[in-house]
């Protein structure tokens, strides 16, 4: 559609009140809800002074909107592959022979969060193609004086295969010629709906799952959950993000990264959406939990804690049930745990999702070996517990 024109803007002030307004009633008609390309999240991430974002919104000639779409310029760091990969021993020779200094970094140019799970990068009214759309905010200037990134990635769309399906969907494209798709763990999701209460929740659960949330509860008792508001969040936003580092800074691969002024703007932008929750033992803040909730899901958005506790206190496990609670507290039907530490998740009632992610690379010959590398690994098979009684 000639008619259409793309406005963009790298500051949330680049768009008018009245223009937010309709990006969330656009989302809200999409039937694609997303915590994360809500006004309010964007508009957080637009304001953070060491992230490079860029907001689109498409118009036709009457001023229609008919899309809307997130990119950020990012880096991704690969540490330990070994821990979510397994692949041919070409792959290894070649992963050890790139990781030979101790890890491997390069930019990213992202359409979507590069900090979360899920398709929260773009929603577009069935008349636009929505590849062009996209392709055209791919090519759109550097963000901050910067060079654009030539690795391009779409964020993550779900896959066509279920899990449990031994089938491999890493390698050439079925969304775009041209493009590679990539495969690593799958989401983490716990179904609520028609679970009204805790009690609903336990009573779900098989006898061996119910005796484990038990047992982390009691292991957990001296820990004191505390929920923090936009001033003690700006108080304590260098110590949070010292606590999301301890656990962040050990991931085997990392795309993106949360700075300390991010928990204080996504608390002045979204209110009681997003809730932080500082833990404390003995009067001392030793771990903290952030989750968004909108239109009846709950996201786990990060969480730091210090290693120590967690061995003694079932700190990290005491955080998912308190996610879990959280969601069954505000109706949510669903309470999306994230991808890493799939065992424990599924031992709550977590269900796995599996997700791709669109990759393209502007030189022919990087491009290739990533192709490559898709086709010769695979995540890493896990076997994930039976939480339900209907199971």
């Known amino acids: 559609m000639e008619s259409v024109r793309m406005h963009t803007t790298e500051v949330a002030?680049?768009?008018?009140?009245?223009?937010?307004?309709s990006w969330d009633a656009f989302l809200d008609a999409s039937g694609e809800p997303s915590v994360h390309l809500t006004s309010g999240a964007v508009r957080a991430s637009l304001g953070s002074p060491r992230r490079r974002v860029r907001a689109a919104q498409w118009h036709d000639a009457q001023g229609q909107l008919l899309g809307i779409a997130v990119l950020e310029d990012s880096e991704a760091i690969s540490q330990r592959v070994d821990d979510f990969l397994e692949g041919?021993?070409?792959?290894?020779?070649?992963?050890s022979w790139l990781h030979r200094q101790?890890?491997?970094?390069?930019?990213?140019?992202?359409?979507?969060?590069?900090?979360?799970s899920g398709p929260h990068g773009y929603r577009f009214s069935p008349q636009l193609d929505a590849f062009s759309c996209l392709d055209a905010l791919f090519r759109t200037s550097p963000i901050?004086?910067?060079?654009?990134?030539?690795?391009?990635v779409?964020?993550?769309?779900?896959?066509?295969?279920?899990?449990?399906?031994?089938?491999r969907a890493s390698g050439k494209s079925l969304w775009r010629r041209g493009w590679n798709d990539l495969e690593f763990d799958p989401v983490m999701v716990v179904p609520t709906a028609g679970l009204a209460t805790w009690e609903d929740y336990m009573g779900a659960l098989r006898t061996k799952a119910r005796t484990k949330v038990k047992r982390i509860l009691t292991l957990s008792e001296g820990l004191d959950f505390r929920e923090m508001g936009v001033a003690d969040i700006r108080a304590n936003a260098a110590e949070l993000h010292r606590l999301y580092m301890e656990v962040y800074g050990r991931a085997g691969f990392r795309l993106g990264c949360l700075w300390p002024e991010d928990f204080v703007r996504l608390k002045e932008e979204m209110g009681e959406a997003f809730r932080v929750m500082g833990v404390h033992m003995e009067g001392r803040l030793v771990g903290f939990q952030c989750s968004i909730a909108a239109s009846g899901i709950l996201e786990a958005y990060f969480v730091g804690f210090e290693a120590e506790w967690n061995k003694t206190h079932a700190l990290y496990q005491r955080m998912l049930v308190e996610f879990i609670?959280?969601?069954?507290?505000?109706?949510?039907?669903?309470?999306?745990?994230?991808?890493?530490?799939?065992?424990?998740?599924?031992?709550?009632?977590?269900?796995?999702?599996?997700?791709?992610?669109?990759?393209?690379?502007?030189?022919?010959?990087?491009?290739f070996a990533a192709r490559w590398?898709?086709?010769a690994s695979a995540p890493l098979p896990h076997e994930l517990k039976r939480a339900w009684k209907a199971d």
């Open 144 to 152: 901050g004086g910067n060079r654009a990134p030539k690795t391009w």
């Open 88 to 95: 041919t021993a070409l792959f290894r020779v070649a992963k």
């Open 325 to 367: 609670r959280r969601g069954l507290a505000l109706g949510c039907r669903e309470v999306v745990l994230g991808r890493t530490a799939l065992d424990i998740k599924s031992s709550l009632g977590a269900e796995p999702r599996r997700l791709v992610l669109h990759q393209r690379h502007g030189n022919p010959l990087v491009h």
């Open 373 to 375: 590398a898709a086709r």
């Open 154 to 167: 779409v964020k993550d769309h779900p896959c066509r295969f279920h899990w449990g399906e031994a089938k």
């Open 13 to 21: 002030e680049g768009f008018s009140p009245e223009a937010w307004q």
């Open 102 to 116: 101790g890890g491997l970094r390069f930019p990213v140019r992202v359409i979507g969060t590069p900090l979360a």
